[in-house]
């Protein structure tokens, strides 16, 4: 019996080859409309189902699919990064205002200044610095994508990227994958288990990098508006002209995932993209106390934790570099200056490059880092103006390729330390991880060369 379902096995395999993706959306569709038929001369309608039928016409129209879906997405990118500018300071001000108690505690344990630097400065200030950061936009972006989740609006997203997705040779529900690494790349990464292909979930787990996370989108505002909205002659056309280079930022982002993945499903994830017949569940009121769970304790709390357990050492080391000397000189300073030859070649320095190496567990502490090496302040620092880091930054040699490049090494890089640690754990795979680390990042670097080498040999610098 199980030779004979193997023969079977294989006959549809090969006849589904035969037929390719189109037959097969026929079949289905004709199966789907006859039942269809025969439903509508058995069961009566429920009006409730003509409702979603009707809101399904425009939904997953062709005309109007798009623009709602990215409205809908934009309104939820708009409502984190506006929501958690509040909460963030509070959260901030409250972390960083314990840091002088503890240090008097140690002071008052008098314990050596080199122990409370690493400890305080090092350690605590990264955590708090990621805490900050990562935990209000989360707490916002998780319960507003469970929520779409919850309504039934999400395998409408599914359906409408499917065929987008598919012609790349990835699945359709990358594309929900995607969204969830708009608010964590790691969060992302673990979203690609409702893919059942392998082949597919590895598209999906080494792209979703290229989608920036809340991790990234403070450095990518902050270029933005210092290098490009700064130039404007009113404060309105500024934030205006800095959101639209945010914007496209991001668009850039989704045009890199969809052009990856077609190379990674012709090279070393070759395979027919596998059909999903996608029945759009019918729409229901939201679970409060569901989405509350799943969002803030199931999600935030669980990225967050990883996020912590790498950032913590990280800030450690970040601290040693920056107060051991070595002939006068840092040891962060001397490693900058070494790839600075390198850092020039695609726009940026050896300072911004080591900046990016040393934000590995977190890109939150990206340009605090880089203050922190210009300043030589020997912690990490910010600077809450931005008319203030635009002096430093300029005064440091930053030109508009500077910050352009910034803003495509930041989009385009290797993905975080608690997204690389979320790769190895769902592919078992050392092999995977290290390519999720190798591909985005020599993309990263192609791209800023080329776009460095380009613009000085037109001379626009």
């Known amino acids: 019996m199980s030779e004979q379902l193997q023969e079977v096995l294989q006959e549809a395999k090969k ?30 309608k429920a009006a409730r189902r003509d409702w979603d039928r009707r809101i399904d016409d425009i939904l997953t129209s062709r005309v109007f699919g798009y623009p709602i879906m990215l409205l809908l997405l934009a309104g939820v990118f708009w409502l984190t990064i506006q929501g958690a500018n509040y909460p963030s300071a509070l959260l901030s001000n409250l972390l960083f205002g314990l840091e002088g108690h503890l240090i008097n505690f140690f002071l008052w344990l008098h314990a050596p200044a080199w122990l409370y630097g690493f400890l305080i400065a090092g350690v605590y200030r990264t955590l708090a610095w990621v805490v900050s950061v990562m935990l209000p936009p989360m707490a916002i972006f998780f319960p507003l994508f469970t929520l779409m989740e919850d309504l039934g609006y999400l395998p409408r997203i599914a359906f409408n990227m499917d065929g987008l997705f598919r012609r790349v040779g990835a699945h359709g529900k990358q594309s929900l994958t995607m969204a969830m690494g708009f608010g964590c790349n790691a969060a992302g990464v673990i979203a690609a288990r409702i893919i059942q292909s392998p082949r597919e979930r590895l598209i999906a787990i080494l792209t979703n990098t290229f989608v920036p996370c809340n991790g990234r989108f403070p450095t990518l505002v902050a270029m933005a508006a210092i290098f490009f909205g700064g130039a404007s002659v009113s404060a309105l056309s500024g934030s205006l002209i800095a959101s639209a280079v945010v914007l496209g930022i991001v668009l850039l982002g989704v045009l890199v995932t969809l052009a990856v993945s077609w190379l990674l499903s012709h090279t070393v994830l070759k395979g027919l993209p596998s059909n999903f017949a996608l029945e759009l569940p019918p729409y229901r009121p939201p679970q409060v106390g569901k989405i509350i769970v799943r969002s803030i304790l199931d999600r935030t709390l669980f990225v967050l934790r990883r996020a912590a357990i790498i950032a913590a050492p990280a800030g450690g080391l970040i601290w040693i570099l920056a107060n051991v000397s070595i002939g006068g000189t840092s040891i962060l300073s001397h490693v900058a200056g070494f790839l600075n030859p390198f850092a020039e070649l695609i726009g940026l320095d050896g300072v911004i490059l080591l900046a990016f190496l040393l934000g590995l567990p977190a890109n939150e502490i990206v340009v605090p880092i880089i203050l922190m090496s210009y300043l030589a302040a020997g912690t990490m620092t910010d600077l809450e103006s931005i008319s203030a880091m635009r002096k430093v930054f300029a005064e440091n040699g930053w030109t508009w390729l500077t910050g352009l490049n910034v803003l495509l090494f930041s989009l385009l890089h290797f993905p975080c330390g608690t997204t690389l640690l979320t790769i190895k754990k769902e592919t078992g795979s050392a092999k995977w991880t290290l390519l999720g680390f190798a591909l985005p990042t020599a993309i990263a670097v192609i791209i800023c060369f080329l776009v460095t080498q380009l613009v000085r040999l037109i001379g626009l610098v």
């Not at 035969?18 to 409309?33: D, F, K, N, P, R």
Request: net charge positive; glycine share 6%.
């Open 15 to 44: 006849l589904r080859g035969e037929l390719g993706s189109a037959a097969y959306h026929q079949i289905v569709t004709s199966l789907y409309q006859k039942a269809e038929a025969t439903a509508q001369q058995a069961v009566r």
